[in-house]
Nanobody, 123 residues
Framework: QVRLVESGGGSVQAGGSLRLSCAAS?????TGWFRQTPGKPREAAAV????????MYASSVKGRFTVSQDNAKKMVYLQMNSLKPEDTAMYYC???????????????????WGQGTQVTVSS
């Protein structure tokens, strides 16, 4: 059982920045960041592979968000810059314990989820 705890959410004005953190209780194969607003489907934002450090991003956040990791601390971060009101959502980190054929942005790929941290961007 892997426990994930997110932190770093908050309220910020458009154009501002936030850094989210995801603390894992164990080493995982990959960690993804997802976001969801009420009434909308969950959206994948970014993922990082623990071993290679390979990252992938949704087109909606590419160039503004950066995912990184500190494997020694079992931490994954999501640096969010140039935030927009449409980035407002609950953000979740999710961990996969091994590779799968599912695409990186498919939530079914991930075995464990955190409780989420709220990000609110005002215009």
């Amino acid at each position: 059982q892997v426990r994930l705890v997110e932190s770093g959410g908050g309220s910020v004005q458009a154009g501002g920045s936030l850094r989210l953190s995801c603390a894992a209780s164990e080493y995982t194969y990959s960690t993804g960041w997802f976001r969801q607003t009420p009434g909308k489907p969950r959206e994948a934002a970014a993922v990082i592979l623990s071993g290679s450090g390979t990252t992938m991003y949704a087109s909606s956040v590419k160039g503004r968000f950066t995912v990184s990791q500190d494997n020694a601390k079992k931490m994954v971060y999501l640096q969010m810059n140039s935030l927009k009101p449409e980035d407002t959502a609950m953000y979740y980190c999710a961990a996969a314990v091994g590779p799968s054929l599912s695409p990186w942005n498919d939530g079914r790929k991930y075995h464990y989820w955190g409780q989420g941290t709220q990000v609110t961007v005002s215009s």
